[in-house]
């Protein structure tokens, strides 16, 4: 089987410029973000910024321990196609969640890693940056070389990547699909084109390189 193209994920949108500048550059997913953050929209304001948006790009909503309800009506809006936990979720919450799941790690050392590889529910992980006593991404990266023990199924990488650094750390993690937010941006929630598309190419490049390697000696790093 051949190995599947590098997924590309941006999160931390805003703007209607920064969404269609994402899907130029050819942007897979797009993250927007529902929790307390200076990149938090609301449910109208995703509606806004996904309309029109191509049959294939997929909306995922970033929540961090959010309520029933919060839930209930985040699908009830039909505008997402998964969602992210970022917080302390349970897995069956993930297990039983209607949508596809992706469950964030801050990764601080090996027992971060250990306890993210024990957690069963959701369909990808993202593995981030740890950042104690807050919630979500530092904007830096971590230490990749944690995540020698790769977990069974895939994986986003995320934490400060962007087009000077994202091509050593597909190379180096060969993850099923990369995360980029605050070194795309001008300032929070104001992405740079140039640099999205800087960080694509990039990530892209180091994509097919490692695909190649991997068919060439018939299985997956």
Not at 76 to 92: T, Y
Request: include cysteine; charged fraction near 25%.
């Amino acid at each position: 089987m051949m190995p599947l193209p590098l997924r590309i994920k941006m999160c931390g949108l805003t703007r209607e410029g920064d969404v269609a500048a994402a899907v130029r550059q050819g942007v897979d997913a797009l993250g927007f973000i529902l929790a307390e953050s200076p990149r938090r929209v609301s449910l109208e304001r995703v509606r806004q910024l996904t309309v029109g948006l191509p049959p294939f790009t997929t909306v995922i909503g970033v929540v961090v321990n959010p309520t029933d309800g919060e839930l209930r009506e985040l699908v009830a809006s039909r505008l997402f196609d998964g969602v992210q936990f970022s917080g302390d979720e349970p897995p069956e919450l993930l297990r039983d969640f209607p949508l596809r799941t992706i469950k964030a790690f801050g990764i601080r050392d090996a027992a971060d890693v250990e306890a993210a590889l024990r957690y069963e529910g959701a369909d990808v992980a993202l593995f981030d940056a740890g950042n104690p006593g807050a919630r979500g991404g530092t904007g830096r990266p971590f230490d990749w070389g944690l995540l020698h023990r790769r977990p069974r199924g895939p994986f986003l990488l995320a934490g400060g990547l962007g087009p000077e650094n994202v091509a050593e750390a597909v190379r180096a993690v060969r993850p099923w699909g990369v995360d980029f937010n605050s070194q795309v941006e001008r300032s929070p929630g104001e992405k740079d084109e140039g640099l999205v598309r800087r960080a694509v190419e990039a990530a892209r490049r180091a994509g097919s390189e490692v695909a190649s390697e991997e068919e060439g000696s018939g299985g997956h790093g």
